[in-house]
C-alpha cells in the first residue's frame, strides 16, 4: 500500500490533471445541457417502442401515442431540439473545447472558440447537392448553376466528434501560442472601446492559425488524396473505438475508479479523463442511431456505467447502505449510512467514501473495487446477449438506480430489472465485509 501510494498515486493525479484531458472533459460538461436536451427529446420521441411489438405488444398505445406526436406537432419541436443539439454535436464540441483549451493556455477563449470553429468548418469535407429534376453529377459538371456545395450533417453530429477534437485541440494550441507573441498583437490607442481592441488584438494569431491549420490539410488531401476524417477515423478513431467497446475495457475501468478511490483520488474524474473522449462520441453514435429506429450499435459507452455499473455511486455503494442497515450493529455506521442514505439514491457517495471511511480502508476495499468489475462484466455480456438493453439515452449522471437503467436503454423494462437484481447482489456482497468491519472495529453489540 505505501508503495503503491508513494509511486503511483501521484503519477495518477498527474495524469488526471493533463490540461488537455481537464480541456476535453470540461467541454464536455460546457455542452451536457444541450446534449441531455437531444437526448430527451430522442427518447420522447422513440418511446413508444415500448409497446411495440418486440416489447410489451400493446399496439394501441404505440400507435396512439404516435399520432398524438403527429397531430400535436409535439413531433416537429422535438425533431427541433434533435437537430440543434445533438445533430450538431460536434459543432458544439469544437467551440466549447476551443473555448477550454484557449482558457487553459490563459489566452483570449471567445476568440480561440471562434477561430476553432471557423478551423473545423473550412476542413469539412464539401458535397455537392442536387437540385430537384437533376439526377447525377455529369450534369452538374456541365453547368456549375445547378449545382450548390454543403457540409454533410454527419461531419456535424456524432461521426464527427473525434476529429473535431482533435482539430479544436490543435487550433487552440497555435492560435495561443501566437497570440501571446507581442510582435503579433495589434495594440489600440486607449479611446478605442475594449471589444474592438481585443478583436484587433487577435487578428494576426487568428489568421496565422486558419492559415496554417488550413494549409496543413489541405496539402494532406492533395498528397494522399484522402481528407483528415478519413485518416483520423481509419488510424486513431477506429481502433480506439475498438479497443473500448470490449469487456477487457469495463473491467479495467472499473477497476482503475475504485482502485484510485481507495487513496483518496477521485477515480471517476481522473479515469473519466482518459476514457472520456473515446466513450462520449460512442454514446452519442448510439443515442443517433436509435433516433432513426436503428438498433444502437455499441455495448460499452460512457451511459453504460451509470445505467448498469455506478449504482449508488463509484464502488456501486448502494449495496453497502443497505449492507449495513440489515446487518450492522455500529451506531457509528449506521450513522454515517443514515446520512449518506439519500446522497447514495442519486449517486453520490462522498459521505461514505470519507465517512465510514472506504479511503484508506482494507476492509471495505475488496468490495469497493471488485463490485463494479463483476457488475459491469456480467452487464457487458447480458447486453451483448440481447437480455438487456444497449444504452441509447444520455441521461445526468444523478438519476438513480432502475430509473436510470430504464431511461438511458430507452425504456427497456428488463434493464430496470436487472437493476434490481444487481442491488440485492451488491447487498449480499457488501455483507460479510459489514459484519467483518463491526468485529475488528470491537463495536459490535
Request: net charge negative.
Amino acid at each position: 500500500m505505501k508503495f503503491l501510494e508513494e509511486k503511483f498515486v501521484p503519477i495518477a493525479a498527474r495524469i488526471g490533471n493533463e490540461r488537455h484531458l481537464v480541456a476535453i472533459r470540461d467541454a464536455f460538461v460546457l455542452i451536457m445541457p444541450i446534449t441531455i436536451a437531444g437526448a430527451l427529446a430522442v427518447l420522447f420521441l422513440n418511446i413508444q417502442g415500448i409497446f411495440a411489438e418486440n416489447g410489451l405488444n400493446v399496439p394501441a398505445i404505440e400507435q396512439g401515442y404516435t399520432q398524438f406526436l403527429e397531430v400535436s406537432g409535439l413531433k416537429q419541436v422535438l425533431n427541433v431540439i434533435n437537430r440543434g443539439s445533438l445533430n450538431m454535436i460536434a459543432v458544439l464540441l469544437v467551440v466549447a473545447l476551443g473555448y477550454t483549451m484557449t482558457q487553459q493556455r490563459e489566452a483570449d477563449a471567445p476568440a480561440g472558440a471562434i477561430v476553432a470553429l471557423a478551423t473545423y468548418l473550412g476542413l469539412t469535407p464539401a458535397m455537392t447537392t442536387l437540385p430537384e429534376g437533376v439526377s447525377d453529377l455529369a450534369s452538374v459538371a456541365a453547368d456549375a448553376t445547378l449545382g450548390a456545395e454543403a457540409v454533410g450533417t454527419a461531419y456535424l453530429a456524432s461521426t464527427g466528434l473525434f476529429v473535431g477534437m482533435v482539430v479544436a485541440l490543435i487550433t487552440a494550441e497555435v492560435f495561443s501560442f501566437l497570440a501571446k507573441n507581442k510582435h503579433l498583437v495589434i495594440s489600440m490607442p486607449d479611446g478605442v472601446p475594449p471589444a474592438v481592441s481585443k478583436a484587433f488584438s487577435s487578428l494576426i494569431p487568428a489568421i496565422l492559425t486558419m492559415l496554417l491549420i488550413g494549409a496543413a490539410g489541405s496539402y494532406i488531401l492533395i498528397f494522399t488524396h484522402q481528407n483528415i476524417w478519413t485518416l483520423i477515423n481509419q488510424f486513431v478513431s477506429a481502433p480506439l473505438t475498438h479497443i473500448a467497446d470490449s469487456v477487457g475495457t469495463v473491467a479495467l475501468v472499473n477497476f482503475m475508479v475504485g482502485f484510485l478511490w481507495i487513496f483518496g483520488l477521485h477515480g471517476a474524474n481522473i479515469v473519466g479523463a482518459v476514457t472520456s473522449p473515446i466513450l462520449k462520441p460512442l454514446s452519442l453514435e448510439n443515442v443517433a442511431t436509435y433516433a432513426t429506429g436503428q438498433t444502437p450499435p455499441h455495448i460499452y459507452t460512457e451511459e453504460f456505467g451509470i445505467a448498469y455499473v455506478n449504482l449508488g455511486g463509484s464502488g456501486a455503494t448502494i449495496g453497502l447502505v443497505l449492507a449495513i442497515f440489515l446487518f450492522s450493529k455500529s451506531k457509528a455506521n449506521r450513522t454515517v449510512a443514515s446520512l449518506a442514505a439519500a446522497p447514495a439514491i442519486f449517486e453520490i457517495n462522498e459521505p461514505l467514501t470519507f465517512g465510514l471511511p472506504i479511503v484508506m480502508n482494507p476492509v471495505f476495499a475488496i468490495p469497493f473495487v471488485v463490485g463494479p468489475v463483476v457488475l459491469g462484466v456480467v452487464s457487458y455480456f447480458l447486453v451483448a446477449a440481447g437480455i438487456v438493453g444497449k444504452t441509447c439515452i444520455i441521461a445526468p449522471w444523478v438519476t438513480p438506480p432502475v430509473l436510470g437503467a430504464f431511461l438511458i436503454t430507452g425504456g427497456d423494462i428488463r434493464a430496470a430489472i436487472w437493476n434490481v437484481v444487481e442491488i440485492v447482489l451488491l447487498t449480499v456482497m457488501w455483507a460479510p465485509f459489514v459484519m467483518m468491519s463491526d468485529r475488528m472495529s470491537g463495536q459490535e453489540q
